[in-house]
């Protein structure tokens, strides 16, 4: 068997818990973990670790690599997603941050990472077992193998729960965020694997908040709107940048800086002043400065997560609010969930 790895299946997103019965065979519900997308390859002599981007994995996380050679008892590949847990205020849930800090060019600081934030696969399918490709099995065919596969296989491989009843699954929609869980996603029974496709559906969390419009970024094009960032105000009364809004048509991004210039900040000879963006590993040799605008408009935004004091994904646009003022964008306003411990989610049944 050799490394030669499709390309992860995907999901689309879908409002609500879907009905089983309108799908043939029905449907497996699972938690959606928030981590990295990995495909999960031993070939009896490596481990090979691919992402969904173009970017593997394999050198981040060498205490995976060590440890699958040694504990899969035969050569497969696994889908499933890298998670890193921490222990916070008595509980352990996934942290985000600290697992894209394994993300690192440096060797030694890969070495010490794996040490300190050591991470687990949450195993979810599985594509191939031994010189047998399972693309085409149906997924519950390919679950019952991937059971039996590890059955007595330890950390750091872990297999998720799945449950067909979707009124438990819409419990674990609420109760798992308190872990650091993305949602839900639901996959038919007596579907394919197809790599690439959107087969799958992903249920998450949507809720809106006021923020400020405190800048822009030029689009990519260099004419527009590329992406509106946007503030919260602190308990301290300090506004801070908690993300940004993009995906604007053409025409909008066009719009949006004609709207928006009464706001632009300006230096005392009139010119366009800007401002330097956050930096993440991810941004790195990325163009991050911006046009600051006077904090006066607020609009309403739909988000799903937290993330610290941040939203965790980009925001969508939802509408202007004229109504409010800017003050009135707070930090408190955001919903939090129900602290949960991530050992209770890995540790149920593997079947509800």
Do not use: N
């Amino acid at each position: 068997m050799s490394h030669d790895l499709p390309a992860p299946m995907l999901a689309k997103s879908v409002p609500t818990i879907p009905d089983p019965a309108k799908y043939p065979g029905g449907l497996s519900f699972e938690p959606k973990w928030d981590g990295f997308r990995v495909l999960a390859s031993w070939d009896g002599s490596s481990v090979e670790l691919g992402s969904r981007g173009a970017k593997p994995l394999t050198r981040y996380f060498p205490e995976l690599t060590a440890a699958l050679a040694e504990i899969l008892p035969r050569p497969c590949v696994i889908d499933g997603e890298i998670v890193v847990p921490v222990q916070a205020d008595g509980r352990r849930r996934l942290d985000w941050e600290a697992l894209s800090a394994r993300i690192h060019p440096a060797a030694s600081r890969v070495t010490l990472l794996a040490a300190e934030t050591p991470a687990l696969i949450i195993a979810f399918d599985l594509v191939r077992e031994g010189d047998e490709d399972l693309l085409a099995h149906p997924f519950h065919e390919r679950r019952a193998r991937l059971e039996r596969l590890l059955a007595d296989v330890p950390a750091p491989i872990r297999l998720t729960r799945t449950t067909t009843d979707p009124a438990l699954a819409s419990t674990w929609l609420e109760r798992f965020e308190g872990a650091g869980l993305d949602g839900v996603v639901a996959k038919p029974r007596d579907a394919v694997y197809e790599p690439g496709k959107r087969t799958m559906l992903k249920i998450k969390h949507a809720r809106t908040a006021d923020v400020v419009a405190i800048g822009y970024r030029v689009h990519k094009s260099g004419t527009g709107v590329g992406s509106l960032l946007v503030g919260l105000f602190g308990a301290d009364g300090v506004l801070r940048q908690v993300g940004g809004v993009s995906a604007f048509t053409d025409v909008r991004r066009r719009e949006l800086v004609t709207e928006l210039e009464p706001l632009v900040e300006r230096d005392a000879d009139g010119s366009v002043a800007t401002a330097a963006g956050e930096r993440s590993r991810f941004s790195a040799g990325r163009d991050t400065t911006f046009v600051p605008l006077r904090p006066e408009r607020v609009l309403e935004v739909r988000y799903d997560q937290l993330e610290g004091a941040r939203f965790r994904h980009t925001v969508q646009f939802e509408r202007w609010r004229p109504d409010r003022t800017p003050d009135s964008c707070r930090l408190e306003q955001l919903e939090r969930p129900v602290a949960y411990d991530v050992d209770d989610v890995l540790d149920g049944p593997r079947h509800e």
